[in-house]
């Protein structure tokens, strides 16, 4: 039985025999290098043009190794193409956008899975069928209710708001909550109702606390869809004091920077983003493999 359970491709006493064994070594081998060159490299190649001559990056891209080190390329970049502040508006974006996710997905999944009003698998049809619309066709609307929000009769337009408050309407996020909120026993809110809980102890004590893997995978996307952004950003923040880095990026590259300083700026977009996601690998990929269940 432990030869069937243990079987591969390859049987285990075919991997005692030292041939095997020896090509097993060098496909290993192999397969790490080419994983090594393919994730690393491009990201390696980044960090050395960022701090080469221009000229060289230019004439020999893959000489640069070879390059004398010109530090103050990260310098400019960071205070002359502003891409400092352009990282901070993105990371202003960002946070806001996933707050705004979670207030609006979670009250929106809330009411249609566990509140369940006569009208929710209306408004639930309706989130579905906005699934269906390609998101460029809400670019028009969208831009004139952000120029003149009713009501209130008040331009959002340069604004953090205006990327923000749309940031809030996901129907995918509303979809996925509801789902993970219907495989919640309803025994839980039962319970918490004839110990006399309302329905905001329920979702603060009950829902939110089992909740937990799959709203940090909620967060993990809002961040990097956030981070991406690109071309609503740049319709609604005007101002190059409001830009992310995801729009100072292009813009800098049409200007008269030279080629060195605009490697930098790349360079210093993209290592924030990796050294966080090094740090807190664990917690990420421990969210999105446990959001299939209730954790208790």
């Given amino acids: 039985m432990t030869e069937l359970k243990d079987r591969g491709v390859v049987s285990v006493s075919d991997r005692r025999r030292p041939v095997v064994r020896t090509w097993f070594a060098v496909v290993q081998a192999v397969l790490l290098v080419v994983l090594i060159v393919s994730g690393l490299g491009p990201l390696l190649w980044a960090a050395k043009a960022s701090v080469s001559p221009s000229n060289d990056i230019v004439s020999d891209p893959m000489g640069i190794w070879f390059s004398p080190n010109d530090w103050g390329n990260l310098a400019l970049a960071w205070n002359g193409a502003q891409i400092g502040q352009s990282l901070g508006n993105t990371v202003i974006l960002a946070v ?12 929106a999944a809330f009411l249609l899975s566990v509140l369940r009003p006569k009208w929710g698998p209306w408004l639930s049809g309706a989130i579905l069928a906005t699934l269906f619309l390609p998101g460029v066709v809400s670019f028009v609307p969208l831009y004139l209710t952000i120029l003149d929000l ?23 996020n509303v979809v996925v909550l509801k789902r993970f909120f219907d495989s919640i026993p309803r025994e839980y809110m039962e319970a918490a109702t004839i110990d006399g809980a309302g329905p905001m102890c329920i979702l603060t004590m009950v829902v939110l606390p089992l909740s937990r893997p799959i709203l940090g995978v909620i967060v993990l996307l809002s961040i990097v869809g956030s981070w991406k952004e690109f071309l609503w950003p740049m319709l609604v923040l005007s101002n190059p004091d409001l830009q992310p880095v995801s729009v100072m990026l292009p813009r800098l590259a049409t200007g008269n920077s030279p080629l060195a300083v605009q490697m930098a700026a ?26 299939g269940g209730v954790k208790g």
């Fill in 266 to 291: 790349v360079f210093l977009s993209i290592i924030i983003p990796v050294v966080l996601f090094a740090i807190f690998q664990k917690q990420f990929l421990r969210g999105v493999g446990t959001a």
């Fill in 96 to 107: 806001g956008s996933t707050l705004s996710t979670l207030i609006v997905s979670v009250a």
């Fill in 150 to 172: 009713p009501l209130l009769n008040i331009s959002l337009q340069d604004t953090f708001w205006a990327v923000w408050l749309p940031a809030g309407a996901s129907a995918f």
